[in-house]
Every structure is written in structure tokens, then in C-alpha cells.
């Protein structure tokens, strides 16, 4: 047995409850964080400090708990997916409320833009909402990272300039954890309406396009990398993207 854990850092509720349900997991197993580091790329001191609440650890050492403490139930059927839907919800609602310069108290709804200057503001929010990631977080989570140089991205957050194209307007959406078709239509509904009221120069028209685009896609019933369980997205693994085909 392993020496027993420091009672969990409740200084900041939102990492403390991320902390328990970790620490629940681990329980449940039975393992020790040394036994539970052999499997995993994190080490027993990061997995460790994952579970102590005092800190917001990074997403991939979250899923390396998840994974190296699968229930039976979760071996059996090869998925983790909702524990990683319930880690991820705890996991952004803690980066929210420590890393944020100013708190949103609810998902910003697009249908709400009428402006560019709407948008831009809408797209900033969005980014507060999934936690406030870095721009080298963002770049490291999209498709094609050169749709996102940091550069432009911190230009995006900062409200200086809006995205120069719905391709990157959608790579910074999805760096925002919007991935699927129906969170995205209607953001590129909304740019559309913005920027075809606008008096500026920029061209509406390949936004208008990728508007099509999309709903197209949706209709025609691509399957995406991800879904959305309990109103939180989750990445499939490769198992998960077979079993979803």
C-alpha cells in the first residue's frame, strides 16, 4: 500500500471537485499512483499532483488517470468515454475559473450576433468558456496548426482583428471544444450575418460558402472525431470512431 494521500486543496472548489473525482477513481481501483504510472505517459509524482487540487493538471495527464484506472465495466466494452466526458466537464469548468482574465457564466449563444464587433466579442467569450486556452494549446489541437498561428490567435483573443476566413474562424472554434456540426453552424450563420451588414471590405462570400459547406456535411451524416455526451464534447479513440461508423 501506498502512503496515504494529503487531504485535497478545497482553495478552489472547481479544482477540488476535479480532484474527487479522480481520487474516486483511484480508489475504486485499488491501485497505487506508482502502480498506475507504469502504464501511462505521466509520472507518479504528475498523476499524484493531478489529485491533489492545488492545481489544474493538463488534459492529457487527466485521461492518463482515466485510462489507467478503467472500471471493469470500462475494460469490458473498451471505452472510457464517459468518465472522459465527466473529466472533461470538471477539467474546463476548473481552467475556466483559474486561468481566465474575466468569467462568462454561460456559453455564449451566437445567434445573438449581429455585428462583427459582436463577433469578436462572442469569439473571446467562447475562449473564456473552454478554459482560456493558450494559443499554443489552441495551434496544438486543430487539424492544419498552420490555420492558427499563435501569433494571430493571441490577436484574436486580444479583440484586435477577427479571423481573416472561416477556415480559421472554425479552427479557433474547435481549439474552443465547438467540433461538431451543430455547434458550429450556427457560428458561421452568425459571421455571415455580421459581416454581410458590415460597411468594411472583408468579402462575405467564402464565408457564405462554408456555411453551405457545413450544413451540407451535416446532412449527408459525416461522422465526426468527436461527440457530445451530457452536453460535453469528447475526443473518440480510435476504438470508439470504429464502433461509431
Known sequence: MGRPDKPVDR????????????????AASGMTYEQMARDVYSSKATLK????????????????????TATPEETLIGSTLVARARGHELWVRARRVTRASYY????????????????????RDQHVWAGYPTPGEMQQTVEHPWDLPPSTTRRI?????LPVGPHQAMAF???????????????LAAAVRAIGSSSGKRDVGPWIDAHHELRDAHLDGIHPEVIRLNGTLV????REKKLAA
Open 11 to 26: 482553495t478552489v472548489p472547481a479544482r477540488a471537485r476535479l480532484a474527487d473525482f479522480l481520487r474516486a477513481r483511484k
Open 49 to 68: 499532483r493531478a489529485a491533489s487540487g492545488a492545481c489544474v493538471p493538463s488534459w492529457a495527464t487527466v485521461v492518463d488517470f482515466i485510462e489507467t
Open 104 to 123: 462568462v457564466h454561460k456559453a455564449p449563444d451566437p445567434r445573438l450576433i449581429a455585428t462583427e464587433a459582436d463577433f469578436s466579442k462572442f469569439l
Open 157 to 161: 483573443i486580444a479583440g484586435e482583428i
Open 173 to 187: 472554434l474547435k481549439a474552443c471544444y465547438l467540433s461538431t456540426s451543430d455547434d458550429l453552424e450556427p457560428w
Open 235 to 238: 475526443q473518440l479513440t480510435n
